[in-house]
């Protein structure tokens, strides 16, 4: 089983800055798959950025040219920089990673981490 913790959301000024990380630990042969992806009360959760094994980005067009979502394949990590923040970015994140794990056999994972609060005052 893969496990998420996640950490650096919080309170921040508009036009400020955060940087969100998600570690997954566990049996991971091989990280296939990293997005953010955060909800508020009364609207289903959503895409704010992924990154495939390969490299490739893709980010909701709200955020882009403000947020960058990294990772960090030997420490099993993926970051999202957030930048020139705005109330609208309010939101409980949740990171999403999936790959494949190892047990007995070799498996698909997708798991998600606990979600982090993120609040941007104005």
């Known amino acids: 089983q893969v496990q998420l913790v996640e950490s650096g959301g919080g309170l921040v000024q508009v036009g400020g800055s955060l940087r969100l990380s998600c570690t997954a630990s566990?049996?991971?042969?091989?990280?296939?798959?990293m997005g953010w992806y955060r909800e508020t009360p009364g609207k289903q959760r959503e895409l704010v950025a992924a990154?495939?094994?390969?490299?490739?980005?893709n980010y909701a067009d709200s955020v882009k040219g403000r947020f960058t979502i990294s990772g960090d394949n030997a420490k099993n990590t993926v970051y999202l920089q957030m930048n020139s923040l705005k109330p609208e970015d309010t939101a409980v994140y949740y990171c999403?990673?999936?790959?494949?794990?190892?047990?007995?056999?070799?498996?698909?994972?997708?798991?998600w981490g606990q979600g982090t609060q993120v609040t941007v005052s104005s």
């Open positions: 990154l495939t094994r390969g490299g490739n980005t």
């Open positions: 999403n990673v999936m790959g494949l794990g190892s047990g007995s056999t070799w498996t698909s994972f997708n798991s």
């Open positions: 566990g049996r991971i042969v091989s990280i296939t798959y």
